[in-house]
Nanobody, 129 residues
Framework: EVQLQAYGGGLVQDGGFLRLSCTASGFTSDAYAIGWFRQAPGKEREGVSC????????YYADFVKGRFTISSDNARNTVYLQMNSLKPEDTAVYYC??????????????????????WGQGTLVTVSS
């Protein structure tokens, strides 16, 4: 069973930075995708960034390009989301998730939450203006 633990959220000022971490275990696939998603109050969950385990390819939503960076430390089974130049509109609960069929996901809809089968609990990021 895939288990995911996200942490690192907090309160930061406009223009600040945070690094989220997601520790994962129990993978059922060798070619998975791991992604970060977020959900703001009253809004649908949206994809932020994802990374392919098979080739390290990454994908970013337009609204975070140039500000957020996804990376992994395989030795620690951890994926990070470095978030710089944070804006109040980045305020949301951030989730990490795993898609078993990473090759298909990365080739089709890499940031579609419905493509991901395993979810961790969220971590709240609040950006104050």
């Amino acid at each position: 069973e895939v288990q995911l633990q996200a942490y690192g959220g907090g309160l930061v000022q406009d223009g600040g930075f945070l690094r989220l971490s997601c520790t994962a275990s129990g993978f059922t696939s060798d070619a998975y995708a791991i992604g970060w998603f977020r959900q703001a109050p009253g809004k649908e969950r949206e994809g932020v960034s994802c990374l392919s385990s098979s080739d390290g390819a990454t994908y970013y939503a337009d609204f975070v390009k140039g500000r957020f960076t996804i990376s992994s430390d395989n030795a620690r089974n951890t994926v990070y989301l470095q978030m710089n130049s944070l804006k109040p509109e980045d305020t949301a609960v951030y989730y990490c998730a795993v898609a078993d069929n990473g090759v298909v996901v990365m080739r089709t809809y890499p940031l579609d939450p419905y493509g991901y089968q395993h979810w961790g609990q969220g971590t709240l990021v609040t950006v104050s203006s």
